[in-house]
């Protein structure tokens, strides 16, 4: 409590601002303002204790390991209607934040505290919800906007693979067979691939939904053959990609590629440029589904960009030197909320981009 300023928190205890401080790595809850505690339905007795212990339904629902990241990380975590269960009592109840973790750091880049505010949108998300139930039943713009993409720009990546390895084999007739063979395998595969994109978006337009499918894909070796997919088309990535766990998930394969192909080419394109470029992903099991992790060193994101990003077109005004639409991340953030999945981006300008990637468990499409 030493670096934080007495008479800021005297401020914040008359802010309508949910707000709450966690001063050590293990998230010591030292202040937290009349709203965040209303918000928790919590009095300050939980003052002087962990996160984790005071708040055992967070951590199985993953906020305890996006605080522990946040720590380490020094990179600020922002979320918008996020879902959360809040105990009071004996009742529990589903509500709807927007949030952010922002890290405080000292002189030498070193975490001290982590500043926790929050605004409760449950209303606001029921009312767009509802809404959204409305403009579903009138239209299908939605549906075939996303379709309209989907051709126009996923289907760009397998088919330059294919295009490139039918070059490569034009151009190396002597070629040893063997290495024939493996041009052959990829280009097969990224023709599949093609297949699926359109197969999904027939599925899309004919039944309005691909949320109905419940097929559980491994993905371990999937990720990993999206990621030499992905370096044949940026050869200038000279880096590792590194996979940890990589989970199961449900939904769509078709879908899925199109998730994960558009959120390793955005972590490749936007690392190579840096000198010794790392990529890293893996996957958590949490209370309500699988959390994928996508981080690289790359170029970043500048924080106050970063609401912009799933926008149609949104790019950060930094990678204006790099080849792109910017229809990646939107395409993405559409795809996964039709299984109820959420993505959430951390960035900082010059250090690397975290990518969040939820896909809920098979509960959440029964009860779509």
């Not at 918008?80 to 949030?99: H, L, W």
């Not at 491994?218 to 940026?234: F, G, H, N, P, S």
Request: hydrophobic letters at 40%.
């Amino acid at each position: 409590m030493e670096k934080i300023n007495l008479n800021l928190l005297d401020v914040l205890d008359h802010c309508p601002l949910a707000t709450a401080i966690y001063d050590t790595a293990d998230l010591r809850i030292t202040y937290a303002n009349t709203a965040m505690l209303d918000m928790w339905c919590m009095s300050t007795d939980i003052l002087g204790q962990c996160f984790s212990e005071v708040f055992p339904g967070f951590t199985e629902e993953g906020f305890t390991s996006i605080l522990e990241k946040v720590w380490y990380t020094g990179i600020t975590y922002r979320a918008t209607d996020t879902p959360a269960v809040i105990v009071d009592g004996n009742s529990k109840y589903t509500r709807y934040f927007d949030f952010e973790y922002k890290a405080l750091v000292d002189s030498e880049g070193i975490t001290y505290a982590i500043l926790h505010t929050a605004t409760d949108v449950t209303k606001h998300q029921i009312a767009t919800s509802q809404l959204r139930l409305r403009e579903e039943q009138l239209s299908f713009n939605n549906d075939l906007e996303t379709l309209t993409y989907t051709l126009s720009h996923d289907l760009k990546n397998p088919l330059s693979i294919a295009k490139m390895g039918i070059g490569y084999l034009k151009s190396q007739k002597d070629v040893l067979a063997f290495h024939n063979l493996q041009w052959y395998d990829t280009i097969a595969q990224a023709l599949n691939n093609v297949e699926n994109i359109v197969n999904q978006t027939v599925q899309l337009s004919a039944a309005r939904s691909i949320a109905n499918v419940q097929e559980m894909n491994q993905l371990d070796e999937r990720i990993a053959t999206w990621c030499q997919e992905v370096k044949l088309l940026y050869p200038q990535f000279k880096g590792n990609i590194s996979l940890g766990q990589l989970l199961p998930v449900y939904g769509d394969i078709g879908a899925i590629y199109q998730i994960f192909i558009n959120t390793i080419s955005n972590a490749v394109k936007y690392s190579t440029c840096i000198q010794q470029p790392e990529i890293e992903i893996y996957s958590e099991q949490i209370d309500k589904g699988v959390v994928y992790f996508i981080r690289d060193n790359g170029i970043g994101i500048p924080e106050n960009e970063l609401d912009e990003i799933f926008c149609v077109h949104g790019r950060g005004s930094n990678a204006s030197k790099q080849q792109g639409t910017g229809i990646g991340l939107c395409l993405v953030k559409r795809l996964l909320e039709r299984y109820r999945g959420t993505i959430n981006i951390s960035s900082k300008e010059g250090k690397g981009t975290l990518v969040r990637l939820f896909f809920p468990k098979l509960s959440a499409f029964e009860n779509n």
